[in-house]
């Protein structure tokens, strides 16, 4: 590698989010990036949770521990926190929105991220892209080509990195010559785009260099929808340092906040409180044979994304969610036997993982299921719904169990195999899984990515 | 010339006249600038601001003459310089002008684009760059041609391109005191308002041309249902974008939050 490069991050999520309002306002000295230093990080901000972030974090480190990148700068959407801000060698920046523009993105964004999750229907022509609320849209996407203009002219960065479906339009607002790179991370299905928004979504990714897909499956379904420019695969990844393996001691004595008992037999489910991430199936699942394992404990992990979290767009979906759910345990039943967590810590996760017995991932449709390779990594086994895109490395019986999520007792089928399992079958699905995680770890991710940069950048 | 009994300004008074002329200037510049504006808000929001900047660099050249002249330094001398030079300087850029002119219309009222497909005369190919003074076509055969911008205005021009019809291109420049994102927004939500006229699944596409400290230069494209639209959308988008325009011009306002959002 002759240079490092300079890159330009951006996704919608911001890469912290502000716990402290006195910091939300501070704003650096002679409008330079305010300096994180003498703020306390879980008290002040906290990084955000979420695939994206937890992906794109671990990449920026490592490729400056490689030497590729140099003085990263990440743009995000963030009303709640100062202009721009330096943390863990990066220069982060915040797009500005009013809470009205806000709504009206909000709902777009919630539109289209329901077409790729197949929830959407609407009846004769679709008018989402002539709404007030797509102006809105457009004027965040307009707002964020124009901060990364600006950053470009005071940087000159080589090549800019896009995430996420809410960013697409940049590209195609973002008048400058360098490379741009997008990150589809949410599903991507054949037909799944709607005939009245095909032409605009054709505009905007045809302004890209490179477009990523997170399986083949989604790379075929571009193909298939038209898309003719550079297109690429390559899996999501985590980096297994972030990670902790205490001791069983240890993750019996952080488990005890929730009332579980060191006999209990843990199901974990992790997954952000959204109808989509279907914790009411693991639910209805668990019930059918909660009576026939006294000592079984469904373990549901996760708040609100940052869309419904109130640092973030303010979204109630997140809330009735969580509220339906505790509703429905109650008719089931099934207090203390079912436990919503909310948001934990990173080593509370990891404690949780390690006393489970086995993990669940019950969505009706995943972009991918980062917390598969989470749970492979701590060496549990897991039980995947076949609408997850990690089903690519999923062999059914061999390196976990797969279920179709319309179906309950598929998933209560799975459940009472592995709860009735004396620890053969989950020691080996375990196993087999901990080896299939490797093209999903930032070690292999990492040169995957160099390479995809300098294919785009030039040598 | 008349003016009130300022004896005892003394040697002063030529200069405060000066700045008076100045000043009367200044309010007669802008007065006309919105006059014109305001006239022409039907017309592309190109013209209708080359219009208003035209007549006020003509109103600041008589007032600066009228001014100098005031003070008693001898403007004739002045005017000759100005008149030659710009008499030399049409001669000598006679075809540049040519061509930066018919940019300037062909950019206004020749609907074709880079990247549609052209014939203008015995050439054809596809349109790959406009610049000041040729449009460069590159042809099947993988060969540049390079077209003076002059024969766009003199030739019979077929735009080949696959309902090519259906596109109205409206050149924009906006002044970098307007927030680009805020714009974007209001045209949108104004231009909602057409869409009747306007093919559902192309909603307005707002693209960069050029860019430079003081102007962005933009292109709004629409798409419309029916060939027989297009006048009417084009004027009625013409105004719509200049009251945007308007509109976004005067002083701003603060966000809910208490907090300006981002400017260009």
Redesign the interface.
Known sequence: MSEAWRVCINTQTPLLQYLDQGLARTVGRDDRPLDLGSYHEGTDYRVSPGGVTRMVLPLVRRLGEMGAIRDPHWVSLN?KGPKSVRYDGLVLHN???????MAGYGTIKEAVWRVAHGTRTTKG?D?L????D???F???N??TA??LRRLDEANDFDVYYVHDFQQLPVG??L?RAKPKIFRWHIPFEKGMIP??W???FE?YLRHYDMVIMSTDRYLRALRDFGYKGPAKRMFPYVDPKDYTFPSPKEAQAVCAKWGIHPKDQVILVVGRMDPMKGQDVAIQAFATLASSFPRAKLLLVGNGSFSSSRAGLALTKGEAWRAGLEQMIKDLGLEGRVVLTGHVTQPELDALYERSLFTVLPSHREGFGLVVVESWLHRRATVVSDRAGITELLHPGKNGLVFDPTKVASLAQDLHLLLDDPGELRHRLAEEGYRAASPCLLDAAAGEEVAMIREVVGP | MIWPNLTPLGPALPFLYAGIILVVTWALARTVNRLIRSVMSESMPHVAASGSRFASVLIWVVGIVLAVQEIGVSTDILLLVVGLAGVAAVIACREALENAGAKYFSDVYIPFKIGDAVRVGEHEGKVIEINPMTTLLLTEKDQLVSIPNRMFMGQVVVNTTPQAWKEVAIPISVTSGI????F???V??SL?KL?SRLD????P????RA?NPLTSDLTLTLFIRQPGDRDIVTTEANRRVSLVLEKLQRPKRS???G?A??A?
């Open positions: 009303a797009v500005e929105m009013s809470r009205l523009r022509p008018e892209l002539w709404t007030a797509f102006s809105e457009a004027y965040y307009r707002a124009e901060l195609s607002m008048s005939p009245d095909r032409a605009t505009e | 927030n680009l994102a805020e974007e927004s209001e949108r939500k909602s869409r559902p699944r192309f909603p596409l707002l693209s960069g860019r966000t809910r939050n907090r959002e981002p260009t």
